[in-house]
């Protein structure tokens, strides 16, 4: 089969100017740089060559200056800007430029994007849908004819799956009611859809292929809690502790069946092509009714179809080349049907468009005689292969049975994830090897039961994931993810669980705030890891800060230059270069972790102008003695990182076997005092709820008289003249 040209047509995140007239998720459906990635490996998969277009404008440019690249075939994912019909944009210019679609066609786009048609158009095929209304104006909802009793549920008519969707989009009265509708009208510029509020559990039935299309597993989602509304829908509208969710009902063999069926009709119906999403939630008499159908569903590794790929045990990649092949035969542009296994081209076994038979949550960690020294040196390759289990353990380390069991009890508390580079530090004899100590589950770490959140974090939380203790400066963690989960984590409570996850219109919304607060000058990003970004994300909400005026300062929190070194690539230094004053803190703990490869990393950083402190925590076993720690300092100051802050280990739960007394932190940061250089020591703090607290040893003794009485490094007291001056004002 001869090669293809199949051109991509997307909407990034930032990829449009923010406009005074926008919604603030005005952004919402639009996708990261991992999904337009995902589609080229997809691609790459199949054979072919994918080729990128950028978004509607940049497609109607192409057209118009004669520059459109020879395409066999377009993929399109792009939602458009504003108006009804945004969704048709790109299909209408490919169909006008002869260029063959994957996906649905424009027509298509612009019925499901308008709920009320697709309602209507899915309900004459047999679907049950909500009783439903138009309301065009607040004052007409004072005295409209309401589809059923309160409570319920307002959204706007033609807006994405969750855009416009809020806590109070569920209404209790004819007050709440005229207020949703009013915030419809003056946010979206479009009548507002009200429907009977559905209570019960809700699933998405993803359908893909042709003649006959079929649906894949259906997937659950949780509710909140406290509203009924699916957490998706109001990720950005969550309170400053978090979601509180549940997962109601049981998705059984016959009522898979049952929702496979109505998605199917209800695909049919629509005249949807290749790839589509329905949504379905129950009533209160335990009926299931559509919500609507999206037909440019997310790619995105972290969306339905990255959970269904992971489900059946293979990479995105895998499954999204299926969907390609089978929309290309239905073109006639190709043979292949959906479920045959694909070839896998050379170009595909590289960087971000690797095809591993591994997924990200089950990948086994290779065998180091298979490893390539390439793979090694991929930051992506490293996190698709982190250590997940104890049997991956077991090929670095040999395990002990507490190891072992206290992988298994922790599994549902604090999860359990090492990168293979860090992994290769470990001693593999030696349960006691300080590396190994901060990242493998001991028992004891279910013998201290003192709390999650011994900062309160989320207290200090005006929205979501943005923790202000100080006026002036806020820790924004923009992700909960790392590269590898640290025994001793400060946020064990979000680390790796989704509650905690920053959907892109939750950062929207943290932005808005730091936005709307001039005082903040100090923004530090933390999560999580905010080098667990591709540089495409990362660089879209480092220009969002940027141009913030009140903005000055940009510091990064990461453990990557630790953790996963090769992560720090030249590329991410460039990109970080545009964006100065940017400061980085990172965290090593012990010398065993100052290797090449992370003196490197610091390397790049800093001949990008970037400086680059480090915080520690001190903790027992691992740097709680002076030589370790003035090994420790010396070698982070040759590697020029400044040694800023070395922390007192806090009382959190499962930290226990960790924390040492304060009288010894305080021994042992004196005993530097005169033993290396100033600079080198590194600030020992207390951290609290009211801010950090330097402990330091006494070293003013007080006045006497008109002389002050300090102490040097050694113990010898010296009598500074320093007369008071009674004239002074």
């Keep these: 089969m001869r090669q293809l040209a199949i051109g991509i047509v997307y909407d990034l995140l930032g990829s449009y100017p923010r406009r005074r007239e926008d919604p603030p998720d005005v952004d919402a459906e639009y996708e990261p740089e991992e999904t337009v990635r995902a589609l080229e490996a997809a691609i790459r998969r199949l054979g072919h060559k994918p080729v990128r277009i950028g978004n509607p404008e940049a497609l109607l440019a192409c057209i ?37 679609t994957l996906g649905s066609d424009a027509l298509t786009l612009s019925l499901t994007l308008d709920k009320a048609w697709a309602l209507t158009l899915v309900s004459e095929a047999g679907v049950p849908v909500p009783r439903r209304c138009l309301l065009e104006s607040a004052e007409q909802s004072k005295s409209a004819v309401l589809p059923a009793a309160f409570p319920l549920f307002v959204k706007p008519r033609w807006e994405g799956t969750s855009k416009g969707i809020t806590r109070a989009s569920k209404v209790s009265d004819r007050e709440a009611l005229a207020r949703a509708v009013d915030r419809i009208r003056v946010d979206y510029d479009q009548p507002a859809l009200v429907e009977e509020f559905l209570p019960g559990a809700e699933y998405t039935v993803t359908v893909v292929g042709h003649d006959p299309p079929r649906a894949l597993p259906v997937v659950q989602r949780a509710i909140d809690a406290v509203t009924g509304i699916g957490v998706h829908a109001i990720e950005a509208d969550a309170p400053p502790g978090g979601t509180r969710t549940e997962v109601p009902g049981e998705l059984t063999v016959e009522l898979e069946a049952q929702l496979s069926d109505l998605a199917l009709r209800a695909y049919s119906a629509l005249d949807c092509l290749d790839f589509a999403r329905a949504d379905f939630k129950f009533d209160r008499s335990g009926e299931a009714r559509f919500l609507e159908m999206n037909p440019l569903p997310t790619f995105a590794p972290d969306g339905t179809f990255g959970i269904l790929a992971e489900l059946e045990g293979r990479p995105i990649e895998a499954l999204l080349g299926e969907v390609i092949a089978d929309a290309l035969t239905r073109l006639g542009l190709g043979a292949r049907r959906l479920g045959e296994e694909p070839e896998v081209s050379s170009s595909d076994r590289d960087g971000s468009a690797a095809a591993s038979d591994a997924t990200v949550h089950s990948a086994p960690v290779s065998d180091r005689a298979t490893k390539t020294e390439n793979d090694e040196r991929d930051w992506h390759w490293q996190m698709r292969n982190r250590i997940r289990t104890a049997d991956d353990l077991e090929r670095f380390v040999r395990t002990t049975p507490d190891e072992r069991s206290a992988i298994e009890a922790l599994a549902d508390r604090f999860h359990f994830v090492i ?33 999650w959140d011994p900062l309160s974090e989320v207290e200090h939380s005006p929205v979501k994931n943005v923790i202000r203790v100080y ?65 495409d994300r990362l660089e879209w909400l480092l220009g969002e800060l940027r141009a913030i005026p ?129 600079f080198a020591i590194p600030l020992y703090v207390l951290d609290t709820p009211y801010g950090k607290v330097p402990i330091a040893h006494p070293y003013f003794r007080g006045r006497e008289g008109d002389e002050v009485v300090v102490e040097s490094y050694d113990g010898r007291i010296w009598r500074e003249p320093n007369p008071v001056d009674d004239d002074r004002s």
């Design 471 to 535: 006026p002036d400066r806020i820790a924004f963690c923009v992700n909960n993810e790392c590269a590898l989960y640290c025994r001793f984590c400060l946020r064990k409570r979000m680390v790796g669980e989704p509650d905690w996850t920053m959907k892109k219109r939750e950062l929207a919304t943290a932005l808005d705030w730091i936005r709307s607060t001039p005082e903040i000058r100090d923004v530090l990003l933390t999560g999580g890891d905010p080098l667990v970004f591709s540089d």
């Design 550 to 678: 009140h903005v000055e300062i940009i510091r990064l929190g990461t453990r990557l230059p630790v953790t996963l070194p090769v992560r720090v690539t030249d590329d991410l230094c460039r990109m970080l270069e545009r964006y100065h004053p940017i400061w980085v803190n990172t965290h090593f703990n012990h010398p065993k972790e100052l290797t090449a490869e992370a003196a490197q990393a610091c390397d790049r950083l800093t001949r990008a102008g970037i400086p680059v402190g480090n915080q520690s925590v001190l903790m027992r076993g691992i740097n709680d003695s002076v030589d370790v720690m003035k090994e420790l300092c010396e070698g982070l100051v040759r590697m020029r990182v400044r040694p800023y802050y070395c922390y007192q280990a806090q009382m959190l739960e499962g930290t226990g076997h960790f924390r040492v007394p304060i009288e010894r932190g305080l021994e042992i940061f004196r005993a530097l005092r005169g033993r290396t250089s100033g």
């Design 419 to 451: 990168t293979p580079y860090y992994a290769s530090l470990m001693d593999p004899n030696d349960p006691e090897c300080p590396i190994r100590r901060q990242v493998v589950p001991r028992l004891a770490e279910l013998d201290d039961p003192v709390g």
């Design 64 to 100: 118009g200056k004669g520059e459109l690249p020879a395409l066999d075939a377009a993929l399109n994912i792009a939602e458009g800007r504003g108006g009804r019909n945004r969704e048709a944009w790109a299909p209408v210019l490919l169909e006008m430029a002869g260029i063959p």
